[in-house]
């Protein structure tokens, strides 16, 4: 009969024929280490996107207001990432980091919008 061993620290099993570990430690350990490159990305794109939130926040104290893309670029903010996007019927796109958003306006300012309930 084959000896089974744990894929984590090599401690024979005993138990289930299924069974891939000896302890729930070894499984999370295991899992982790698989998954650290996937996580380290995710960290690196939410820290960015809680950053954009926060600059928005800043501006935009009272629920709408405009500023220039100068002041957003100063502070950090980074276009490229965003939570989501909600078009409006007369086709303008806001583009939202959790519950703050922005869109183009004419030439380098943008408005700055706190989401509201309706806004999927």
């Known amino acids: 009969m084959n000896k089974r061993t744990c894929l984590e620290c090599s401690q024979q099993l005993n138990g289930r024929k299924d069974q ?40 935009n104290q009272n629920g709408k207001t405009s500023v220039t893309v100068f002041h957003l670029s100063e502070q950090g903010f980074n276009f490229h990432y965003f939570t989501n996007v909600y078009k409006t019927q007369k086709g303008t796109s ?27």
């Open 94 to 120: 806001y583009f939202f980091c959790y519950d703050q958003g922005y869109t183009k306006l004419t030439g380098d300012k943008y408005i700055l919008v706190r989401k509201k309930d309706y806004v999927v």
């Open 20 to 59: 891939k570990f000896c302890s729930d430690y070894c499984r999370n350990v295991h899992n982790n280490r698989l998954n650290e490159d996937c996580t380290n990305e995710m960290r690196k794109i939410n820290r960015i996107l809680r950053r954009n939130r926060k600059i928005l926040e800043g501006f």
